[in-house]
Nanobody, 125 residues
């Protein structure tokens, strides 16, 4: 069973920065970060592929950076210039199914078959 464990969340003032980590129990081939704000649907934030190419939601482009350390099986999300609307529970996700990869775009939750429990990010004014 694959395990994903997020860490690094916390409370920060608007304009601040946080780094989230996600430790995986297997290789971090194709992974993503999602978030769920109160009262809203889960949304894709960023994806990193097996070749380390990246995809970002428009709302975080230029502010967030996704990266991974394959040797440590760890995924990261560097979040800069945080805004109030970045508040939410952040989840890392892993996709291992070629079928799901063909069926769903990179920032769609249905593509992913393994999920972490999440880490809370709260941005205040």
């Amino acid at each position: 069973q694959v395990q994903l464990v997020e860490s690094g969340g916390g409370s920060v003032q608007a304009g601040g920065a946080l780094i989230l980590s996600c430790k995986a129990s297997r290789s971090t081939d194709s992974m993503a970060w999602f978030r769920r704000a109160p009262g809203r649907e889960r949304e894709g934030v960023a994806h990193i592929d097996r070749d380390s190419s990246t995809t970002y939601a428009d709302s975080v482009k230029g502010r967030f950076t996704i990266s991974k350390d394959n040797a440590e099986n760890t995924l990261y999300l560097q979040m800069n210039s945080l805004k109030l609307e970045d508040t939410g529970m952040y989840y890392c996700a892993l996709d291992t199914s070629e079928f799901l990869r063909r069926e769903f775009p990179k920032l769609v939750p249905a593509r992913y078959n393994y999920w972490g429990r999440g880490t809370q990010v709260t941005v205040s004014s």
